[in-house]
């Protein structure tokens, strides 16, 4: 258990459809930021949220959004999905010090449009 | 912008021989950070070694170490004896030191035989 968590862990919905992905962070971690990885696209960087407040902005598209809750829980909502917007959305947390250490990740939610 | 290049889509290596996965990036910054994350069939991301730029000795974890060549702007991964538990996909990793969003490569698919 990476200490990130992400629910739920799969979901299957159909076009036009709108739904909401969960993670809260690591205990202690400020920052999350929302992944998505699709076979031909690598992980692309969505958007990350800081204490609440959002810190940078990546790929996202505009039936896509995020926001961050006072206890730093965080959920991503797509709306209006397609198929293309199956994928593996990943959420991953950190404490945001400008340490070296890298993200600790979530274990992902597979969305799978239909 | 910066950008994270793996150049090699898959790779194999006999189990017990070494391997090394290549990474170049691109970057106007002087100082920031390198990481390898290994996605198993798992789909968990996790971190196996990261590189501070400032630092001319190459990070070492264990089996695993890496080349780094700041001038060539080159990141490889080395995998010593490696394993049947090391056969997922590699990626490659940038982050600056002034914010904390992470830049992948593809990634890479190593297949370990026995």
């Known amino acids: 258990d990476s200490g990130v968590t992400q629910t739920p862990k799969h979901l299957i919905t159909a076009t036009g459809q709108r739904v909401t992905l969960r993670c809260s962070p690591r205990?202690?971690?400020?920052?999350v930021y929302w992944y998505q990885q699709s076979l031909d696209q690598g992980l692309q960087f969505l958007i990350q949220?800081?204490?609440?407040?959002?810190?940078a902005k990546g790929n996202i598209l505009e039936r896509f959004s995020a926001q961050q809750f006072p206890d730093l829980h965080s959920e991503l909502n797509l709306s209006s999905l397609e198929l293309g917007d199956s994928a593996l959305y990943f959420c991953?947390?950190?404490?945001?010090?400008?340490?070296?250490?890298?993200?600790?990740f979530g274990s992902g939610t597979r969305l799978t449009v239909v | 912008a910066q950008t994270v290049t793996q150049s090699q889509p898959e790779m194999s290596v006999q189990e017990a021989e070494t391997v090394t996965l290549s990474c170049t990036y691109d970057?106007?910054?002087?100082?920031?950070?390198l990481f390898w994350y290994k996605q198993p069939p798992s789909r968990q991301m996790i971190l196996v070694i990261r590189?501070?730029?400032?630092?001319?000795q190459n990070a070492t974890e264990n089996r695993f170490s890496v080349n780094f060549q700041k001038a060539a702007k080159s990141f490889s991964l080395k995998i010593s004896d490696s394993q049947l538990g090391d056969a997922a996909m590699y990626f490659c990793?940038?982050?600056?030191?002034?914010?904390?969003?992470?830049?992948f490569g593809k990634g890479i698919t190593l297949s370990v035989r026995p």
């Open positions: 991953a947390s950190s404490d945001n010090r400008n340490s070296p250490d890298g993200y600790t």
């Open positions: 205990s202690g971690d400020l920052s």
């Open positions: 949220y800081y204490n609440g407040e959002e810190r």
């Open positions: 970057t106007s910054e002087s100082d920031y950070y």
């Open positions: 590189q501070e730029a400032y630092k001319q």
């Open positions: 990793a940038y982050r600056s030191v002034y914010n904390s969003k992470l830049t």
